[in-house]
């Protein structure tokens, strides 16, 4: 009889433990926002970069050639992107420049200037990198329009877009490999 006991005794308590748990939330009227509940992982549309979310942006987006430095001061993100000899394509090059941009203005809402430079190492570390191709990117260069929209043309190429909008440095290593 004792055990019977014992046993409804933490019955009893187990529902009253859920009961008490189903009202907390009722309780707590921040946690509702007019009625409806806030998804856990939200799709912001454009975040404030920081040093303590600075990894995640990146590894959100992959690019196609190696990040070798990435810094970010006050307003300002500077990207080292890393090439090999011979091997990257122009195109792949401009995709990376253009989605570093999109990333840049449209992804978040503090970079107000974006330096990137893609640096060609020298296999197996006999040399120092060469600059291949510079992008000096600043938010005020975009009109209104086309920051918000994070979109080109539909018959501009990414490279059109990039050279129309923003400074591009071609050293003379990649205008005598890709301007032939």
């Known amino acids: ?35 409806s509940d ?26 196609h050639l190696d990040i070798s430095h990435v810094e970010w001061n006050d307003t300002i993100l ?10 990257t394509a122009t195109g792949l090059i401009y995709d990376d420049l253009y989605e570093l941009a999109r990333l840049g203005f449209a992804g ?7 330096l990137i430079r893609v640096m060609e190492h020298a296999p197996a570390g006999t040399g120092n990198p060469q600059l291949l191709l ?18 080109m043309a539909v018959k501009e190429t990414k490279e059109q877009f990039l050279s129309s909008h923003f400074s591009l440095t071609y050293t003379h290593k990649w205008l005598d490999r890709h301007r032939r």
Not at 108 to 114: A, E, G, R, S
């Open 1 to 35: 009889m004792k055990s019977h006991n014992r046993v409804l005794i933490a019955l009893l308590i187990s529902i009253g433990f859920a009961a008490a748990l189903s009202i907390v939330p009722k309780l707590d009227r921040t946690v509702q926002t007019a009625g």
């Open 78 to 87: 500077s990207v080292d992107l890393k090439s090999n000899p011979n091997e």
């Open 108 to 114: 978040t809402k503090n970079v107000k200037q974006l």
């Open 38 to 63: 806030s998804p856990v992982f939200r799709t912001d549309s454009a975040l404030a970069l920081s040093d303590r979310n600075l990894v995640d942006l990146f590894v959100r987006h992959p690019l």
């Open 134 to 151: 510079a992008m000096d990117a600043k938010r005020s260069d975009l009109s209104p329009g086309v920051a918000a929209q994070s979109g």
